[in-house]
């Protein structure tokens, strides 16, 4: 079945607020442009950015769930970011260079008995996204529609954090895309594998609080996960409406 790209959003720092893009040119080995470029290490973790590191090493709503009511606009140009928060109010800020802001500014959403967000790291390679490879996150309305209704509520995609959102197919069809290639407007991707959900979902985007257990929701279809991982195989071009098909 033939999908279209509904919406796309990128986090240009790790669990630190959402933006929505309308296109993005697409390349191999690389996530979607300026996704997950920086994030914010803990005091306990040893990433520098210089490789892919587990999301354990970071901040992130599992562990600190306001972080996400947060969203975000960032200028390329200067590569400075305003973070927008229902609690804290805005900050506008590079999150290398104002790394000393960022954390003070995000400190009441640091639960107790955490290790604390201790600097910012910039990824050198390619975003850092919690799969081992450059993803791009692909996410199916009509499964967010079918969880959205078996939880009983009107759930906020941003849940999920997903890069593209693909309207127009049947629930759960993106799992059937795995080891197969589509395309995205007029770039090719390899669909790697289901994503495996954690306790970021739980956390309501407007709020920060967590409300919905929607871990225990996807149980009921005998597994946790949402979405689909993929990974950029031939170059392209991405906006609002385009089609999503199997190559």
């Known amino acids: 079945m033939t999908g279209r790209v509904d919406s796309l959003w990128r986090y240009p720092v790790k669990a630190h607020g959402r933006e929505r ?14 996704d997950r470029t920086w994030a914010v290490a803990h005091e306990d973790s040893t ?31 200067s590569e400075t970011v305003t973070f927008d928060h229902p609690d804290l109010g805005s900050l506008t800020a590079h999150p290398e260079r104002d790394a000393d802001r960022l954390i003070a500014w995000t400190a009441p959403l640091q639960p107790e008995g955490r ?4 600097r910012v790291v910039r990824a050198t390679a390619r975003g850092m996204t919690d799969c081992d490879h450059p993803t791009i996150t692909l996410c ?6 079918a ?5 009983g509520a009107d759930l906020s995609i941003h849940r999920w954090r997903g890069n593209a959102w693909i309207d127009g197919l049947a629930p759960w069809e993106e799992f059937d895309w795995v080891g197969q290639r589509i395309t995205l407007g007029t770039a090719t991707l390899e669909v790697l594998e289901r994503t495996e959900r954690c306790l970021m979902t739980h956390a309501n985007p407007d709020t920060g609080k967590r409300d919905i257990p929607l871990l225990d929701v996807l149980d009921t279809w005998g597994h946790r996960d949402f979405s689909v991982q993929a990974v950029v195989v031939t170059p392209g071009h991405v906006a609002d409406g385009d089609a999503v098909v199997p190559a």
Do not use: Y
């Open 21 to 34: 893009i309308g296109a993005a040119d697409l390349t191999p080995g690389q996530c979607l442009p300026w």
């Open 47 to 77: 990433a520098d950015g210089s490789d892919w590191a587990r999301c354990s090493n970071f901040m992130r709503a599992a562990k600190a769930p306001g972080l996400q009511a947060m969203t975000c606009i960032l200028d390329e140009a």
């Open 115 to 118: 290790s604390a967000s201790a």
């Open 140 to 145: 199916n309305l009509a499964s967010h529609r």
């Open 147 to 151: 969880v959205s209704q078996k939880a």
